[in-house]
């Protein structure tokens, strides 16, 4: 004879607990849903507009300041009328509301969204490009991006696409950093496949030998992102990334603080100079950034900015 089921005044416990179980499941995803930031598309369209100006017209303070220190101890006369030059420039087009530099350049932005943050009225991607089309028209910045690159060179007329790298973090807020590429300092960038057994002394020589090839092209002084590890593609992404960390700060890990510091000095060692005419201060900055790589690969990626290396940022 089968076992009894229990019942409760007629209703069968093992249906009443299934029922208990996905209540408490049901209130449970209703809570996880209203707990999910809404963030309208129109507001980042706005956002990244207001950013794409910002970059073009405001030279970040830490720039300014390294400009301004370069000048003193630059020992090239010409050196020295150069980087005030530059901080003049820099404050003209703060005070007049214009670019810093006629190359506003392609517009790559890198956007960090919390995993809690929900995008409605819109297709991120459009709403993004939405923005750098009204950015760069109501700035009255110079459109510089072609829709097909080889075959038939047409301008966009409105700077997009954008290059767009997103990636999702812990929280409820929504953060886009623009930074204006100019291809007077991109075009001198490179990316070397290095053998582990290569070493540092063949990433010195690499970085040497690139920043004597830029020479007067990237409008020196410059900042050097350098991207070590990871792939092909992922150590190009750091040598981007690491351009827009402030060049006040040192990498957290202490050997490679110190690779900042010994890169540097080996560029300005160059005697490259301000714009190429010679001297010492031929960079601002040299940052590093790392990632963990294959044990028979040691890739290296060195991305250069001009002297005003733009961006800007801010967290919705």
């Known amino acids: 004879m089968p076992a009894l089921k229990p019942v409760?005044?007629?209703?069968?416990?093992?249906?009443?607990k299934t029922l208990f179980e996905s209540y408490n499941e049901l209130r449970v995803t209703v809570k996880k849903e209203d707990m999910m930031r809404t963030i309208e598309a129109s507001q980042i369209t706005a956002a990244v507009a207001k950013l794409a100006v910002d970059a073009n017209y405001y030279l970040t303070d830490d720039i300014r300041a390294a400009l301004e220190a370069g000048q003193e101890r630059e020992e090239s006369p010409?050196?020295?009328?150069?980087?005030?030059?530059?901080?003049?420039?820099?404050?003209?087009?703060?005070?007049?509301?214009?670019?810093?530099?006629?190359?506003?350049?392609?517009?790559?932005?890198?956007?960090?969204?919390?995993?809690?943050?929900?995008?409605?009225?819109?297709?991120?991607?459009?709403?993004v490009n939405a923005g750098v089309a009204k950015g760069y028209t109501e700035g009255y910045l110079r459109k510089s991006v072609v829709m097909e690159p080889l075959f038939n060179r047409k301008n966009t007329g409105n700077n997009t696409p954008a290059v767009l790298h997103t990636s999702i973090v812990p929280g409820d807020k929504l953060k886009i950093t623009l930074a204006p590429k100019g291809f007077g300092s991109e075009n001198m960038s490179t990316l070397k496949m290095f053998k582990p057994s290569d070493g540092l002394p063949a990433i010195r020589k690499f970085l040497v030998d690139t920043i004597f090839n830029a020479g007067s092209n990237p409008c020196p002084p410059i900042v050097v992102g350098i991207g070590i590890g990871g792939t092909m593609e992922k150590a190009a992404l750091l040598a981007k990334k690491a351009l827009l960390r402030p060049i006040t700060k040192r990498n957290p890990h202490e050997e490679y603080a110190?690779?900042?510091?010994?890169?540097?000095?080996?560029?300005?060692?160059?005697?490259?100079?301000?714009?190429?005419?010679?001297?010492?201060v031929t960079a601002l900055a040299v940052n590093i950034e790392y990632y963990s790589t294959h044990i028979a690969g040691l890739p290296v990626a060195i991305n250069i900015n001009c002297h005003a290396t733009r961006h800007a940022e801010v967290e919705l």
Do not use: S, W, Y
């Open 8 to 16: 409760i005044h007629g209703i069968n416990v093992t249906v009443l």
């Open 258 to 280: 110190k690779l900042e510091q010994e890169f540097l000095e080996l560029v300005n060692n160059t005697g490259v100079g301000p714009q190429g005419l010679g001297g010492r």
């Open 78 to 127: 010409l050196g020295k009328a150069i980087l005030g030059q530059l901080v003049e420039n820099a404050c003209i087009a703060r005070d007049e509301q214009m670019p810093i530099c006629q190359d506003t350049g392609m517009t790559v932005i890198f956007m960090e969204i919390g995993q809690d943050v929900h995008i409605t009225g819109g297709n991120l991607e459009d709403a």
